[in-house]
């Protein structure tokens, strides 16, 4: 086996013992497919406590352990690596808000507790933006009345759409003077008024549960939202920012898992000579090295622009070394290969899903040529 590859799997044995055998009792296909059991395996190890802190009983994972454990989970099933990144991404926020934060309602700190001790998966419903300036708002409005908000609009797609114990959603809220900004709220999944419907109709990370979650006036209680006031008008900033890294390296991670595993099988099958796997190799420790360098400089305290940058450039940079890579190992591998196994085809195709996600490089290439040439890094 790779070395990469083993490395990743011992963090996540160390996190989530038994984990992975449990995930290779299933062929890819059966894990891959709509209604495939990967989450709850995923649930039944203690996999949504990665990354919660010790405190709240959860493992407490550094930013580098769990791109490990992402990479290894993800080698197996794609779309148990892509939905979690979603929960754990989120996770991150909130327990990032937890540590800064000192009025957290009893509700909030109730989710927070709940994550490790009780397993619980939370779904991500988010919108580019930030509150009260010249920004696009949610889709997806919250009324407050007396009883609480009243929440209307969909998230599309939306992984664990059927799992989710908590669904957390941006929306857009309305102040007493009529000025719009941008709320949080923790959602409880089974919410009289939540429902949902197709969504993802690619067989390409299916498992993942990316559907749309309709919310027809569901009622929240205000003390499950998280809000700014004038004395924190960039709270919410802060929280999307510490997202924003925790989900691109997550996301990164997710897609050089899978590519490790057609690198993994052009080894094992002993394709191509010393040479070309050598070359084949370096480019998937290439992209690692990107992403495991940048997870060392945030856990050693990279904040702000610079963390922000960092992460894009390990992203797409890797997005190019990975697509060369799984191109690469397709064509060692071979037409009989290609042909004769769902895995090569399926994989190659589920790789080059890290391009479609956010921010596109023509949606930050002003920002970034800006940062490079030693402005200030202003992502919207």
């Known amino acids: 086996m790779l070395r990469s590859l083993t490395v990743a799997r011992e963090a996540c044995e160390r996190f989530h013992p038994g984990l992975l055998a449990a995930l290779e009792d299933l062929t890819l296909t059966e894990r891959e497919a709509e209604g495939s059991p990967v ?199 802060d929280l999307q920012q510490s997202g924003f890294l925790w989900f691109e390296l997550l996301a990164s991670a997710t897609y050089t898992g899978a590519a490790s595993t057609l690198v993994n099988a052009v080894f094992e099958a002993g394709r191509g000579d010393a040479q070309s796997r050598a070359a084949l190799a370096t480019k998937l420790d290439a992209a690692i090295a990107l992403l495991e360098g940048t997870a060392r400089a945030v856990e050693a305290g990279l904040s702000g622009d610079e963390a922000v940058a960092s992460v894009l450039v390990a992203r797409y940079a890797g997005q190019d070394l990975l697509a060369a890579t799984v191109d690469l190992a397709a064509e060692m591998l071979g037409g009989i290969a290609f042909i004769k196994s769902f895995d090569v085809a399926y994989l190659a195709s589920a790789v080059r899903a890290l391009a479609f996600h956010p921010p596109s490089r023509a949606s930050v290439a002003t920002q970034l040529d800006e940062y490079f040439q030693g402005q200030q890094l202003r992502l919207q």
Not at 68 to 78: E, H, K, Y
Not at 82 to 107: N, Q, S
Not at 121 to 126: P, R, T
Request: one cysteine or more.
């Open 39 to 237: 989450i709850e395996i995923y649930r039944r190890h203690n996999g949504p406590g990665l990354l919660v802190p010790a405190s709240y009983a959860g493992g407490e994972a550094s930013p580098l352990e769990a791109v490990r454990v992402q990479r290894a989970l993800s080698a197996l099933s794609p779309s148990l690596g892509i939905a979690t990144a979603m929960h754990h991404f989120t996770v991150a926020m909130l327990f990032a808000l937890a540590e800064t934060a000192d009025r957290l309602t009893p509700a909030q700190v109730k989710v927070l507790s709940g994550i490790a001790a009780d397993g619980l998966l939370l779904a991500s419903g988010w919108a580019e933006g930030r509150t009260d300036q010249n920004i696009l708002l949610p889709s997806v409005t919250a009324e407050l009345t007396p009883e609480g908000y009243r929440v209307n609009g969909s998230k599309k797609p939306c992984s664990l759409s059927s799992a989710m114990d908590v669904l957390t959603a941006s929306v857009a809220v309305t102040d007493a003077d009529g000025n719009g900004a941008l709320a949080l709220l923790l959602i409880p999944g089974n919410s009289p008024g939540i429902t949902t419907r197709p969504f993802w109709a690619s067989p390409v990370l299916a498992a993942a549960q990316s559907h749309e979650v309709l919310l027809d006036n569901v009622l929240v209680p205000e003390e499950l939202a998280i809000t700014s006031t004038p004395d924190d008008a960039d709270r919410l900033d």
